[in-house]
């Protein structure tokens, strides 16, 4: 079989569940027995998402060979349950910079280096990199952006030279109901159908995106202007549970579709997809100790693993307002909570507010899940409120505290670049025996875990802080190491964990990652 595309784009808005409408096409297409994969294009000029703040681009996802992604790989991801790699994000940032380092090289010698052909051409290039049999590429932002153009225009020459019929173009917008006059308005979906028609692009399927069911006469209209048969106009209202929805596109029948335009023979007939989503969210109040407070993306890999280990949403709690309250105050605020997470995070705005919410878990035994920057917190406040060593601190955050108990990794002091090269991705972690963290992997002693930050345990200096796990001074007890800590515990306490890797990244569907499902687990003992 030829190699086969689908280009989804977005019209409207952003943010209107794009990433999850192609994952859970991809999702649907593997039920099938087709092998799949994805490419997500970002249009924006960072090479990648690595320097980019979590509050306004949600979180930076990073992948097994450490690339700091888009969070859109995530949902590919969790959904598809595969590995994303640095190849399966391509940015206008790293298509330009290719071309003019080459340009540099005098490898375009003679030539006027243009847009068209030369960055079509290496944006092309990228795409024909990755081999499958479907291969989903979802172009970020909304048709009319300026800088998505021409990822639109290299798609367009790639379906010329591939084939037509071997490309398949899904739109996928939103249609506003107005309350006021009781009505869809389906004018800005013709609109931006018309904005990728005037680029050359017919769409072959548009995916209309509601926030309810849409009435037929709405559809048709959207059918008739968008030149698209009515079959191929379907529309996907909101579901309260996104892992639901490739079982609604399921229903939809879009595999049949899709499969009809590309001329795919199913390789195996299906009743219904054999798709173990979660469905049932326990109650739990879990309180997320946040500092980034612009879009719930920000955490989206975190709080995907919390559902995908069967619980609801936690509660996002401002870190900063927490610093002002005084001990009373947070403990009778905190004591609502069953649970609390501190999640990973970059500079040192609203670090006090975490380090009391430490100190409350600890002392009253609520269970606590560190993550990265939540795992050195952890570290801090033991030191300050355990051992009492006044003002302990990370340098992150403290240059000249007396106690630098977190401190710059020792090759991170040389760099001068801050884009991607932080200690990323997969790296080999050994787990001790006789620990928590021993009994959530399945008593296993070596794995890899990914990772993202450019500090660690200053063991070196504060071994007498820790402990190991056959030791009993109710000092920190180490539970996973390399040349650097990486977990920390306490024994006496129910869930006291930090972990200075991200397992948030690794949870998939029907696979949360196990500490968060040991996390609920002791979750739900808290009443
Ligand atoms: N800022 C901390 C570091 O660089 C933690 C990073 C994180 O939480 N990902 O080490």
Redesign the pocket.
């Known amino acids: 079989m030829a190699k086969k595309y689908i280009i989804v784009s977005g019209g409207v808005l952003s943010g209107i569940g794009k990433g999850v409408t192609s994952a859970s096409i991809g999702r649907l297409l593997k039920e099938l027995g087709i092998k799949v994969n994805s490419l997500k294009i970002d249009p924006y000029l960072n090479v990648d998402a690595g320097t980019m703040n979590p509050n306004q681009h949600g979180e930076v996802f990073v992948t097994e060979d450490g690339y700091e992604a888009d969070l859109d790989l995530g949902h590919y991801e969790r959904f598809l349950g595969i590995e994303m790699k640095k190849f399966n994000n391509m940015t206008a940032g790293q298509v330009y910079k290719y071309v003019i380092e080459k340009e540099r090289e005098g490898k375009y010698l003679g030539a006027t280096v243009q847009m068209v052909p030369h960055v079509t051409q290496r944006i092309k290039e990228r795409i024909e990199e990755i081999e499958t049999d479907v291969l989903l590429i979802e172009i970020g932002g909304t048709v009319g952006d300026i800088e998505g153009e021409i990822f639109l225009e290299a798609v367009r020459e790639l379906s010329f030279e591939k084939g037509r019929d071997n490309f398949m173009f899904i739109h996928v917008t939103f249609v506003p109901y107005l309350n006021i006059t009781n009505e869809f308005k389906t004018k800005p979906t013709q609109q931006s159908v018309q904005l990728l028609r005037r680029i050359g692009i017919q769409p072959d399927m548009i995916l209309v995106r509601t926030e309810k069911e849409i009435d037929l006469p709405s559809l048709e209209k959207i059918a008739l202007f968008g030149g698209v048969p009515l079959q191929y106009v379907v529309n996907v209202p909101d579901l309260s549970n996104i892992y639901e929805v490739p079982e609604l596109l399921y229903e939809k029948d879009i595999h049949s579709l899709i499969c009809k335009k590309l001329n795919i023979s199913v390789p195996q007939k299906i009743e219904s997809i054999n798709w173990k989503c979660p469905r049932i969210f326990k109650n739990l109040k879990i309180a997320m100790i946040s500092k980034y407070l612009g879009t719930d993306d920000a955490y989206k890999s975190i709080i995907e693993s919390i559902f995908l280990s069967g619980a609801n949403k936690p509660e996002i709690v401002n870190a900063e307002e927490l610093e002002e309250m005084k001990e009373e105050t947070l403990g009778i605020f905190l004591s609502k909570y069953q649970g609390i997470i501190i999640?990973?995070?970059?500079?040192k705005r609203a670090i006090e507010g975490k380090i009391k919410a430490i100190k409350y878990a600890r002392e009253n035994k609520i269970p606590i899940l560190g993550?990265?920057?939540?795992m050195?917190l952890m570290v801090v406040e033991f030191a300050r409120n355990v051992m009492g060593y006044k003002n302990a601190n990370s340098t992150?955050f403290d240059e000249s505290t007396p106690y630098p108990v977190i401190d710059l990794m020792e090759e991170q002091k040389r760099l001068l670049n801050l884009g991607g090269t932080?200690r990323l991705g997969a790296q080999k972690i050994e787990i001790l025996p006789n620990t928590k963290l021993f009994d959530i992997y399945g008593r296993q002693v070596e794995t890899y875990e990914r990772h993202?930050?450019?500090?660690?345990v200053n063991y070196h200096e504060f071994n007498n802080m820790f402990e190991t796990p056959e030791e009993n001074e109710n000092k920190l007890t180490i539970s996973a190491k390399t040349d650097f800590v990486e977990a920390v515990e306490l024994k006496n306490h129910p869930f006291f964990v930090g972990i200075q890797y991200?397992p948030e990244f690794k949870s998939k569907v029907g696979n949360p990652h196990p500490i968060f499902v040991k996390f609920i687990e002791e979750v739900e003992k808290i009443k």
């Not at 999640?343 to 500079?347: A, D, I, M, S, V």
């Open positions: 999640p990973g995070g970059f500079g993550i990265c920057l939540g050195q992150e932080m993202r930050h450019r500090y660690e991200h």
